[in-house]
Structure formats: C-alpha cells, structure tokens
C-alpha cells in the first residue's frame, strides 16, 4: 500500500502540473493542428498516397498523417517530461525524490506511467478534435490504439528520461531539440510513407526504418484500424526496456551529483 501510494503520489504530481500548466496543453495541440490543417492543404497535392497497408483504399494526406501527428504529440510531451526533470534536478526536488526509500527503477517507472499518461490524455484530445475536422477513423479502433497509444508514450519517456540524466542544464535542451527530436520526427514514416523516401534516397529510407519513432508511429497507425503490426510492436518494446535501462545508469548516484563548482 505505501508503495501504490508513493507511485500514486509521483503520478498525481504530474499530472497536477499538466493541468496547471494551461499552456503546455495547448501549445501540445496547436504544433500538430498546424500540420493537419496547414500543412496538410499544401502537401495534399505534392505527396500521392498509394493503398498501403493498413489501408485497403485511397485515403486522404490528412488520414494518412493523423497516426504521425499522435506520435509528434507524445515526442514533445516525452521531451517536455524531460526539460521538467532536468529543472527538478536543479532545484532539488529530482534529488529529494531519489532518496525515498524505494527502488530507483520503482521511482523512475512511475515518472514515465505518469508522463505516458499525460501524453494519453493530449493525443485523445487531438484525435477529438481531427474529428471533429472530418477525419473519421475507425471506431472501435479508438479504443484499439489505446495501448499502442501508451506503449509508444513509454518508450519516448524512457527516451526522455536518458536525455535528461545527460543534460545537466536547461540551456541545453535546444541542442535536444535539434539533434533528437526533429531528426526522429522528420526521418520517420510520420508525415510521408517509406516507399516515397525510397524514391528519392535508399539510404534516408533506410534510417526511416531503423529508426523506433517510425515503428511508434506504425503501431498506432496499425492499431487504429485494428491490426497488429509484429516487428513495430518488438521495436518499440525493445526499445523501451533498452531506453529505460539506459535511464536507470545514468540516474546512479555517481551520475546525478552537481559539478563541482570553482
């Protein structure tokens, strides 16, 4: 009980910030509704879309980019975990918490559920609003994504967790920013299919499909429309436990002390 209450505690907290935090939830909303209906309007004409699985017609650029644009959602939520964490390091709190008296992998796991969580919530309220837009996916496969949904948010908070036990100050996140986050969006079957890439530079593709966004963003796209895709479900679990390990050394105590100062 004192340790469902002690996880219970850590997601409560986030989730109070997330709601607190008014403009956190609508700038998660505004960056992927600029692409659907911006965007979009422009890259319609430009990218012709041929009936891939798990489609079984022709479908819109706005269909097609709704899974990417979730995984986008929780990829800055993920990220934006981690800039919080590194701002409770510097003030004390993340270092109050390693103390407790519970496992580091236990205090660390419910961080990201609670993070994953909060990813949930913003991708549920854009997939509201796609809807309300004219983007009707399939109904019951709402509720099939919901665990690719989660498992994704997992493995980038896992992710986001690793990048903030290597970031020992918030005025380095922009380089983040850069060198991770965009080239993981960017380089991933989000906003364009890999056959497209293919197309114009096997070697692009092929970091397309190394790369364990894509096959984040190829689970819920597969699970919206209720089908199980094997090899991104073994990607994005693997990558999850190997990201959080990763997490785990570089949360050691060696690791997490402050520089010494002069």
């Not at 709601?19 to 956190?24: D, W």
């Not at 017609?57 to 934006?80: R, W």
């Not at 270092?95 to 796991?109: D, S």
């Not at 190394?210 to 919206?224: D, K, M, S």
Request: proline share 6%; hydrophobic share 55%.
């Amino acid at each position: 009980m004192s340790a469902l209450r002690a996880a219970g505690a850590i997601m409560a907290r986030e989730l109070a910030r997330f709601l607190t935090q008014r403009e956190r939830f609508f700038a998660a909303l505004v960056r992927p509704l600029v692409w659907l209906v911006v965007f979009a309007a422009g890259f319609r004409a430009a990218l012709g879309l041929s009936i891939i699985p798990p489609y079984r017609t022709y479908i819109t650029y706005e269909t097609y980019i709704a899974p990417g644009l979730c995984g986008m959602i929780l990829l800055f939520s993920a990220m934006q975990s981690s800039l919080s964490l590194v701002n409770d390091r510097e003030s004390g709190t993340m270092r109050l918490m390693l103390t407790a008296p519970w496992p580091r992998w236990f205090l660390l796991g419910a961080k990201l559920v609670a993070g994953a969580l909060v990813g949930l919530l913003q991708v549920a309220a854009f997939l509201g609003i796609a809807y309300v837009y004219g983007i009707h996916l399939p109904p019951l496969g709402y509720i099939t994504a919901l665990p690719a949904v989660v498992l994704s948010g997992l493995m980038l908070g896992a992710l986001g967790l690793f990048l903030s036990a290597r970031i020992r100050q918030l005025e380095n996140f922009a380089g983040v920013m850069n060198f991770v986050i965009f080239p993981m969006f960017f380089l991933s079957s989000a906003l364009y299919p890999i056959w497209k890439m293919q197309e114009s530079s096997p070697v692009l593709a092929m970091l397309c499909k190394l790369n364990p966004f894509t096959h984040a963003v190829e689970l819920i796209r597969f699970a919206l429309y209720r089908q199980l895709e094997p090899l991104s479900l073994a990607v994005v679990a693997g990558a999850t436990v190997v990201f959080f390990a990763l997490a785990l050394w570089g949360f050691e105590p060696a690791r997490t002390r402050p520089p010494k100062r002069d």
